[in-house]
């Protein structure tokens, strides 16, 4: 079959990388592309702050002269250290429809894995939970969001057929914004007495200036809710800055809510924003010169709202502070004009967070796995 595999290092090659998933895609009505340029960025050192605790190595796998799959492999020091363990992670993987360019691919990644040291395997997840991560298993006729892989339902089978197991799973919801009459007015009480009992203070910045400048209390606040969650490492201060500054600065200010106690602390918040997929698909990987249009079209010409991080700190876990942060969003989405929610990944074990959705009809629509292999 000529196949073989190439180790992707030149900006060519990571350039190939990228776009070989598009292109495997380009006739889906599902798969949503990443912007080209800032998926490079996350392959290149001198721009992610992630390679000073990971090294990674990106490979092709070609047929002849024609690229069919792909796969990156991350030894992720931060990760091993936190857990005590020797794994190496898998992410990025992608392939045409044929087993052998699959097992090429993991015995390639794997190998480059032993020689590290490690002892376990795990993916699809990334550097970090700002990656994409989770094998799509179900929900193959859902548009994607731009927080999370597609795939074809042949993947997980061929991991499988490798012997790969469950690890864990991600479950995604889908939910229709309820209209003002059908929200019992009690919900609203409630919530107005949970803020005036603990003395809590709901912030709403105009500016989008002053979330950015809370940038590391909401990363910080994001890594302490999530430290014992599965897989997450631990960020630097300057991955805080890097991501403070590629996400924030496009959000809008009225899609995030912050709680801060009596003190001033900052003791809970919520990022959401609008679906963004059909606008990618129309850019097809391009942010220049079309591509930024459609971005911001979307941002405010909207129908589905898509959640992205919230956190609580530990010691306010179950006096309100979620309910505070749902009520409010839900109040700022009815106004905006929003039809439908989508909350993206959420561990299948975390029925703290999937409380919140219990009011609002929601639909478990697609569900992502993340493998593990002994090797």
């Known amino acids: 079959m000529n196949l073989k595999i190439v180790e992707a290092n030149t900006k060519k090659q990571i350039k190939d990388f990228v776009k070989f998933q598009i292109e495997l895609y380009k006739d889906n009505e599902f798969y949503v592309p990443p912007t080209i340029s800032d998926e490079i960025e996350t392959f290149l050192p001198e721009k992610n702050p992630?390679?000073?605790e990971a090294d990674l190595q990106l490979f092709l796998a070609y047929r002849d002269d024609k690229i069919v799959g792909r796969i990156g492999a991350i030894y992720s020091r931060a990760a091993n250290k936190k857990y005590g363990y020797k794994n190496m992670r898998f992410s990025w993987i992608d392939f045409v429809e044929d087993y052998e360019v699959c097992k090429l691919l993991l015995d390639t990644a794997i190998e480059w894995g032993r020689k590290k040291g490690a002892t376990?395997?795990?993916?699809?997840?990334?550097?970090?939970?700002f990656d994409m991560q989770g094998m799509l298993v179900e929900g193959y006729d859902r548009l994607a969001t731009i927080a999370s892989f597609y795939n074809f339902p042949y993947y997980p089978k061929f991991v499988e057929r490798y012997g790969f197991e469950k690890d864990i799973d991600f479950v995604e919801y889908w939910s229709t914004t309820p209209k003002p009459e059908t929200i019992p007015e009690k919900l609203f009480r409630v919530n107005d007495y949970i803020i005036k009992k603990n003395k809590f203070k709901l912030i709403?910045?105009?500016?989008?200036?002053?979330?950015?400048?809370?940038?590391?209390e909401i990363f910080g606040l994001l890594e302490s809710t999530f430290e014992e969650n599965y897989g997450t490492v631990p960020l630097t201060q300057k991955q805080m800055d890097y991501y403070t500054n590629k996400y924030l600065m496009f959000l809008n200010p009225r899609l995030i809510k912050l709680v801060e106690n009596e003190a001033g602390e900052l003791i809970g918040f919520?990022?959401?924003?609008?679906?963004?997929?059909?606008?990618?698909?129309?850019?097809?990987g391009n942010k220049y010169p079309f591509g930024v249009i459609h971005?911001?079209?979307?941002?405010?010409?909207f129908d589905v709202l898509d959640f992205y991080f919230a956190g609580i700190r530990k010691d306010y876990r179950g006096k309100g502070v979620d309910a505070i942060m749902a009520t409010e969003i839900v109040k700022t989405a009815m106004d905006m004009g929003f039809k439908h929610a989508e909350s993206n990944q959420e561990l299948e074990n975390n029925t703290l967070v999937?409380?919140?959705w219990k009011f609002y009809s929601p639909e478990n629509h697609k569900r992502r796995r993340i493998f593990k292999k002994y090797i």
């Open 354 to 356: 999937q409380a919140m």
């Open 270 to 284: 919520l990022i959401t924003m609008p679906n963004l997929s059909k606008a990618m698909q129309k850019a097809k």
């Open 295 to 301: 971005m911001l079209k979307a941002l405010k010409t």
């Open 204 to 216: 709403e910045y105009a500016n989008i200036k002053d979330y950015i400048a809370r940038g590391r």
């Open 50 to 52: 992630a390679f000073e």
């Open 120 to 129: 376990t395997v795990t993916g699809p997840h990334g550097f970090n939970d």
